[in-house]
């Protein structure tokens, strides 16, 4: 059983709480931690795919590490002058790299956030709120992956009445491209029209409007919950105990390591690959209830 198959208050708490801790967190251990957990449930949920893209990500954050310390010079320990007679510094390249590996980490989760979250889960959690807003929100989600569906079959019209933006010369091809996002933006510009006066006669946006949902808070649900909350709270506690403090200017200044930060090393790696383990547990389950079904004959 995937995470997405939990009510989505609980996932929206889940990412809420593990984006912000990525964005504001500067240690470089939970960095790690960070992205090595994203690439793992990244793999889990897209595949080999996931993996490429989080292995072409390292990559960047070499380059960037090197960009990042050439413009900005801090730090004591002095590696190499450029060619204009400014000094590389370990605290600039480390902290440019940890920023980098950051974005990575973000990027990373981001991807799980996008196949968990679906656009019923975002119309579920605002329609209460605003109904309006969620609308544009799942019109919005549409619109993309519809856009793309509409200019291949627009294209593939124009091309059998010789129209195709591959066929003729130069300025053919343009006036054929011209052509071919003019109908795309008149189709889709009356789609917006068709779904908003669909949504209106349903009544939706209407005060007391009931919504249907799927979704329903069980004890599966508060279990997740109760353990999100502990998690939060330890990590509070680090966070109060000074143990996700760094410092890189004008030297690279961490706490030693403990006992007592390992604890917490292990508390977040656990909260970051909660989803994985719900899944791996309820793939697990539905297997062992599968073997102990009768065969037929």
């Not at 919005?140 to 003729?168: C, D, F, N, W, Y």
């Not at 799927?214 to 919950?225: C, G, H, I, K």
């Not at 389950?285 to 065969?295: A, D, I, Q």
Request: net charge positive; glycine share 8%; aromatic share 14%.
């Amino acid at each position: 059983m995937r995470f997405d198959a939990y009510h989505p208050m609980i996932s929206a708490l889940y990412f809420l709480f593990l984006l912000s801790f990525v964005m504001f967190i500067e240690h470089p251990v939970y960095l790690v931690i960070s992205f090595l957990t994203g690439l793992i449930y990244a793999t889990k949920l897209k595949g080999k795919s996931a993996l490429l893209f989080g292995l072409l990500l390292l990559p960047g954050v070499g380059v960037y590490a090197y960009y990042y310390s050439r413009y900005n010079h801090f730090g004591v320990t002095n590696l190499r002058e450029t060619a204009i007679g400014n000094m590389i510094t370990l605290e600039s390249i480390l902290y440019g790299g940890l920023r980098g590996l950051k974005a990575s980490s973000l990027l990373l989760w981001l991807l799980c956030v996008h196949e968990i979250f679906t656009t019923d889960k975002i119309v579920y959690l605002l329609g209460r709120i605003s109904p309006k807003l969620s609308l544009y929100f799942a019109i919005l989600l549409r619109t993309a992956p519809k856009t793309v569906t509409t200019a291949h079959r627009i294209q593939s019209g124009q091309e059998a009445m010789g129209r195709g933006i591959r066929q003729g010369n130069f300025y053919k091809r343009v006036r054929n491209l011209l052509r071919v996002g003019s109908i795309l933006l008149t189709f889709m510009t009356e789609s917006f029209v068709e779904t908003a006066d669909s949504m209106r006669s349903r009544g939706y946006g209407l005060r007391g409007r009931t919504a249907f949902s799927l979704y329903r808070f069980d004890n599966r649900d508060r279990a997740v919950v109760v353990t999100l909350f502990l998690g939060g709270t330890l990590l509070g506690s680090a966070c109060l105990l000074d143990q996700m403090v760094a410092l890189y200017d004008p030297e690279i200044i961490l706490n030693p390591i403990t006992g007592v930060s390992v604890l917490f090393y292990v508390i977040y790696t656990f909260l970051a690959l909660l989803p994985m383990l719900l899944q791996c547990l309820g793939e697990w389950s539905f297997e062992k209830n599968r073997k102990m079904l009768p065969e037929r004959g």
